[in-house]
């Protein structure tokens, strides 16, 4: 809040909107047509409610909209690493056998090495045989490779999971 005021929207509320960036927020009120004018030149927002609930509501809205989102991790799936195979052209992939859930291509991805994080990156290329997968469930071999990561060893552990924003609400 910058500015608050009984009466008339004025011209000098569009000035001091106007030098602060703000919105005019009127209730029940009107605004001058000199006010009008400057503000559509200026380009400064004037809303005028008659109902004050619209004007808690909008004003919330606008507020969360500055919010910054949640992430929530979502997991899909593990994969333990059985052997490394070299690709020319393509790099280094892991052999490796879903025990969990499923793995995803283009699915964010972290290897884990006894119990630390070693990369975070995202699952580049899902193989089945020699065949692209988009998926493989629990219980099947696959080739993972992980973009711009290479250094995997036998025993690896690949995990799968996906970000998901979420919208912070005011009450």
Known sequence: QIHK??????????????ASNAVIVGFNIQVSSNAKLQASQAGVDIRIYSVI??????IKLALEGLLEPDKVENKLGKAVVQEQFKIPNLGF?????????????????????????????KIDSLK????DAKEVAKGYDCGIQIKNYNDIIIGDVVEAYSEVEIKKKIK
């Open 128 to 131: 089945r045989f020699k065949d």
């Open 53 to 58: 609930y619209n004007v808690v509501d909008e």
């Open 5 to 18: 005021a009984v009466g008339m929207v004025t011209e000098s509320d569009v000035l001091l909107a106007d």
């Open 93 to 121: 992939i892991a052999g490796s056998k879903v025990t969990e859930g499923v793995i995803l291509r283009n699915a964010l991805a972290r290897l884990i090495r006894e119990d630390e994080i070693i990369s975070e990156g």
